[in-house]
């Protein structure tokens, strides 16, 4: 019976980006089953963590519950946890490193972090979500890894930084703000939605597809004609989220009317 689920699973995701993950999940999955205790994931952006839902639903006596260090974390670690399993797991196994650095000579992104880190060798997975201000990132990371970035996080990019253990208790809750936006399109064609909800051109929007910056639901969007349709999820690399919220319908010239909900 196993073995049926993990093959329909597999072969569900198979050839789209959830692939890797989905193969990782159902052997987490099945070992729950043999052990019937518990085994926590690597972190998951928000479409893995959906494929570990489809996954739970799938394996009968398993339930998950989802952890990032902090609440509103955008990566979070999937933990399965069998119906039999009379204990308490021990927790998600998160630590949180500060790295900081002087913001008045050096400004550093997301991205120059996360290469800083990939570039140690450190796996995506092992890593939750990089909270950057102007002089300091609190990374979210598999307690197995602090120690290893402790001593060897020295650098990101040119920018020496110093490095030390933080407490998750202080990360402040995520607090999203959006702004709604009305619009009428031609289409529901995601350039047209993603230019209206990002405030450009389709011919741009249409350049940052084919640059492979802009993702639907969390998956790579292959064609600027791609249709979205009520509560799709389209992220933009370094403009953020953009969700359509409504779909009302079309005007008397044909337009399709949209709400759009824009998170900064």
């Not at 959906?50 to 990566?75: C, H, K, M, S």
């Not at 797991?89 to 630590?95: L, R, T, Y």
């Not at 979500?129 to 040119?158: F, H, P, W």
Request: aromatic share 6%; charged share 30%; hydrophobic share 40%.
């Amino acid at each position: 019976m196993a073995s049926e689920q993990k093959e329909k699973l597999i072969r569900f995701y198979k050839g789209t980006e959830g692939e890797e993950t989905v193969v990782k999940l159902v052997d987490l999955a099945e070992a729950v089953q043999r052990s019937q205790k518990f085994r926590l994931s690597g972190f998951l952006d928000p479409y893995g963590q959906e494929i570990a839902e489809t996954v739970a639903a799938n394996y009968p006596g398993l339930r998950v519950d989802f952890g990032g260090g902090y609440q509103g974390a955008e990566r979070a670690r999937a933990m399965y946890i069998h119906e039999d399993f009379a204990g308490t797991p021990s927790g998600f196994d998160i630590a949180c490193l500060k790295a900081s650095w002087n913001g008045q000579f050096a400004r550093l992104s997301h991205r120059d972090v996360l290469g800083a880190l990939m570039g140690l060798g450190i796996e995506r997975d092992r890593l939750g979500d990089l909270l950057v201000t102007a002089d300091s990132v609190r990374i979210l990371c598999d307690s197995k890894m602090a120690e290893y970035l402790l001593q060897n996080l020295t650098k990101i990019g040119a920018v020496g930084v110093s490095c030390e253990m933080a407490d998750l208790a202080g990360i402040a809750p995520r607090e999203e703000r959006c702004k709604e936006i009305r619009a009428t399109v031609a289409s529901l064609r995601i350039d047209s939605i993603a230019a209206s909800g990002f405030g450009s051109s389709r011919s741009r929007a249409a350049a940052d597809i084919a640059a492979d910056k802009m993702k639907l639901n969390w998956q790579p969007v292959k064609s600027a004609s791609q249709t979205v349709k009520e509560g799709d999820i389209i992220s933009m690399r370094g403009r953020g989220r953009l969700e359509v919220a409504e779909v009302r319908g079309q005007t008397k010239k044909g337009r399709t009317v949209v709400v759009l909900k824009r998170y900064i």
